[in-house]
Structure formats: C-alpha cells, structure tokens
C-alpha cells in the first residue's frame, strides 16, 4: 500500500484516454531514444521471423512491399509518460508475417529485434491476433528515421518501448527472455493501463 | 551502429520495491532548482547516471510518479541527493519545491536505469544542458572521489552564470560551462547555443559521450559530437523535461 505523502492532492487525470500518468502530448511526437538513430539502406534491409517456426522466412523491402497493408488508428502511450491520442498508422499485420513462418505449438514468447542490436520481450499473444503490426507509416507518410524508419513495430496496447524502432525481425521462443529495458529493471509486459514501468509493477 | 548489451553496463535484474525516503535536507543551487536529500531506508549502491522514481500518493489513493537522477556520487552513505527543477504547473516539481519540508516523508524505488551509467573507470565527455547537469555532477564527483578526474571532461549548456548548479563545485578545470543567454563580463565566448567549436576540442578519441538536456538539446549535443568525430555507438543519451520534437 503506498504511504499517504502529507499535503499532497494531486491532479486528477483529465481525460479518459490517459493512461495513469500519462500526460497528453498534443501535436508533438517526443523522439525519445538512447542512442542516435541509425542510417537504414532499404536495398540492404531484411526482416525475419526464426526461432521456434515451422520455417525460418525473410523477407527483402521489395518482398515486404508487396504484402497486404492494413490501417490502424488511435492511441499510443511512451512509459516516459507522453501519450499521443488519434495517430494513423499503416503496416501488415504481424499475424500474417508469423502466418508465413508458421510458430509451433510450443512457442509462447517473442524477442523483438532491431537493426541496432536493441531488443525486447513480448508474449505471442501480444503481437497476435490484430494487435501488432509491421509498420511503415505513421500520419499519412513514411516513418522518418528518428521514428524508426523504413519501419518498426507497432504494438499500440503496450509502451512504446516494444513498439521497436528499425525493427529487424522477430525470435519465436518457447519461454520469456528479457530484452535491453527489461535487464536494466523495465517490465516485461508493459500495459499502460495497469502502470506496469517497472519490473514488480 | 551496435547496441551490445551484453558488454555494456546492467544493473541485476530485480523487482524494485518502494522504499520510504525521509527528507533530510533542502538546498537551493539556482532559481527554481533545489536538491533534495533523501535518507533511505534500504540503501542500495547506484552508478553515477542512475535515477530513483518517486511516488506522491494523495489521501484518497491517487499517485503521481515521476523520476529523478541521483545528483551523488556512489558513496556508500544512506541518502541520496535529487536536485529538481520547479515546472510552473509542474505537479511533482511544484509540490516538492512549494510543500515538502525536511522531516517529510516520501516514497522511492531504485537505482533505475543501467544504459545512461558511467562506471567510473574509462574516459567519458559529459555534455549537458540545464537540468542535464544532475546525473553529470554525479559523473564528476564520482570520478573525483575515486582519484581519477582527469577521466572526464564536461561541457555544460546553461542560461545564465546563475544557472550552473551546485555552488563552486563545477567551476573547476573539467568544467567548460557555456552560456546561452548571458555570459559573465569580460569572457571571452560571446552568449549563445552549443556549436561545433565548442565541443570539438574536448573530444580526444576513445571516450563515450554522455548527453543529457532536453531532447532539443540532446538531439543538437549529439549531432555536434558526430560531427566531431565521436562514433554515433559512443554516444549516450538521456533526455528529460519537455519535448521540442
Ligand atoms: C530518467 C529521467 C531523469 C530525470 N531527472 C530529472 C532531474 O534530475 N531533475 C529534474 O528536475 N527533472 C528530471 N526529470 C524530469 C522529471 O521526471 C519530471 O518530468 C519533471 O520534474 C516534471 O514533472 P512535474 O510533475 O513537475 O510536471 P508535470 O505535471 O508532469 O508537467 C508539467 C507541464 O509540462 C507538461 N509536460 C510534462 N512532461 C512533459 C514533456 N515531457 N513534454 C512536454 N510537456 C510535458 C505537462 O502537460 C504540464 O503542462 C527526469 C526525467 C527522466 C525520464
């Protein structure tokens, strides 16, 4: 039970859309990110589903290209406490992609990857059916590359901290394996909605 | 670029339990900045870089968390220093500088925060903007307390003279402070940003480069320091306080 602090009141949330601690951004989109956003030559970039699959697939941009888009628009929340409400994203269902690798019975987890070596965690049943995507672009153009350009996943019901930038691909594990937040005390799941910032959240 | 994570600093893997932390000591170290002085009930070591959150808890169950980096040098005593900049309609900023008296007692967890550490024992350029001077100063004082100052180099972005915090303890010869706004009478750098001839002469090769400010100005720092030549997976970044992007 959190201790009562003596004489403070607090501010109210205002808007039913925020999350518990989130403030409303507005027009901006925060960059917030570790390390300086890395350069991705599209005629080099590979996504690839491996691990615990019926088959290792990789997709080429071109490849990826031709795949089905679907639209998803709303609500993002960054565990740094910005939320962006009413974004419009595009991207290919994450279930088609892992669809194509087929993941055996036994997988139960992914690690998401990206091109920088950045990883982290995720439950398959959190980037599976119709919550996650792959996506490539955000208010109606490209994703830039501070954003996580030519694309990154996008997993809206989490932080942002899954939502990996320069995305890679996805490992299909059969038990949960931290990613880089994850190790230094961030947690594993990450709803926003239950306040889950720290690992024991 | 590569993030390694494995060959880079990690804090062990643990639930972080909310701790009470009784206020000890309030310091003013510039307008609107103060540094508080926690005593904690289960003291933990921390890296220079490190942050707690803290939690305000309202008598009817609403909470408020926000972070804060610990401003000390790893030193073993039971408290920690957070030095906080007040936010006009801040909710936490305003109600730790209006309302907490020493005596008071708050709720914190951590060490938090295993990327942005400096563990004392390479070379490392701190380049901080504002209130980035808080996990800086813990660089600095914990490369002094360990003998080893000429580790570092700091270059600090502030306002105005009055802005640099911590009384005299940065005016000190790895301390380049830099000033926006108003320059102190007969310096030689007229006030203005952070420019490349600023940051150039302190990259000497080999260092990682700590940036910490708002993120207008981590994005600015970090791209002087590639221009100057500092690999982009030698820059660190930590960016607090409202966004410009
Ligand atoms: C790792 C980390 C370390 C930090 N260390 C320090 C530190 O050492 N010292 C320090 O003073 N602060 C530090 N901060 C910032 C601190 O956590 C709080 O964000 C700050 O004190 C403001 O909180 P508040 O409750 O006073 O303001 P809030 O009530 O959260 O906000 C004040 C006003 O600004 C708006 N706002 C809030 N956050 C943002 C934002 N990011 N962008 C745009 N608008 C915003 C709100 O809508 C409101 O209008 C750190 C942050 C992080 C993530």
Not at chain 1, 3 to 9: E, I
Not at chain 1, 97 to 106: D, F, Q, T
Not at chain 1, 111 to 136: C, E, I, K, M
């Amino acid at each position: 039970m959190p201790r009562v602090t003596r004489g403070f009141v607090g501010r109210r949330p205002r808007d039913s859309r925020l999350p518990p601690g989130q403030y409303d951004a507005g027009d901006q989109w925060p960059v917030l990110t570790a390390e300086r956003a890395p350069h991705l030559d599209t005629d080099r970039w590979t996504f690839r589903i491996e691990g615990l699959v019926e088959r290792e697939v990789e997709w080429t941009w071109d490849e990826i290209g031709a795949l089905p888009r679907e639209r998803w628009d709303g609500d993002i929340h960054c565990v740094t406490t910005w939320s962006k409400f009413g974004m419009r994203w595009s991207g290919i269902p994450v279930d088609d992609l892992l669809e194509a690798a087929g993941p055996l019975p036994r997988a139960r987890f992914v690690v998401a990857h990206s091109h920088s070596g950045y990883t982290t965690n995720l439950p398959l049943a959190d980037v599976t059916g119709g919550r996650a995507w792959l996506a490539f672009d955000a208010q109606g153009g490209p994703l830039t590359r501070e954003h996580g350009g030519p694309a990154r996943l996008l997993v809206p019901h989490l932080y942002f901290w899954k939502s990996v930038k320069w995305v890679a691909g996805l490992r299909v594990l059969a038990e949960d394996e931290p990613g880089f937040w994850e190790r230094n005390g961030y947690h594993d799941r990450g709803d926003p909605w239950r306040e889950q910032r720290f690992q024991g959240d | 670029m590569s993030t390694d994570p494995g060959t880079r600093p990690t804090t062990p893997r643990r639930t972080l339990r909310w701790q009470a932390a009784t206020v000890l000591g309030i310091r003013d170290e510039a307008p609107a900045v103060r540094t508080f002085t926690l005593g904690l009930e289960e003291p933990a070591h921390h890296l220079p870089g490190q942050y707690y959150v803290l939690r305000l808890t309202a008598e009817d169950g609403y909470t408020a968390q926000r972070s804060y980096s610990v401003a000390s040098a790893p030193d073993g005593r039971p408290e920690i220093d957070l030095t906080v900049e007040r936010l006009d309609d801040g909710e936490v900023s305003e109600f730790l500088h209006d309302v907490v008296v020493p005596g008071d007692v708050l709720e914190v967890r951590g060490p938090v925060g295993g990327w942005f550490a400096w563990t004392g024992d390479s070379p490392a350029l701190l380049v901080g903007g504002g209130s980035g001077q808080v996990p800086l100063t813990a660089m600095l004082r914990h490369a002094r307390a360990a003998g080893r100052p000429d580790l570092v180099r700091m270059i600090l972005s502030v306002r105005t003279p009055s802005d640099l915090y911590y009384g005299d303890e940065l005016h000190v010869p790895q301390v380049t402070p830099v000033f926006t706004r108003t320059a102190p009478d007969g310096s030689a750098r007229p006030a203005g940003r952070l420019v490349l001839d600023d940051v150039a002469p302190l990259v000497r090769g080999g260092e990682t480069a700590y940036v910490c400010g708002s993120p207008a100005f981590a994005d600015a720092a970090a791209a002087l320091l590639a221009e100057a030549g500092v690999p982009d997976d030698a820059i660190r970044i930590e960016q607090f306080g409202p966004t410009g992007s």
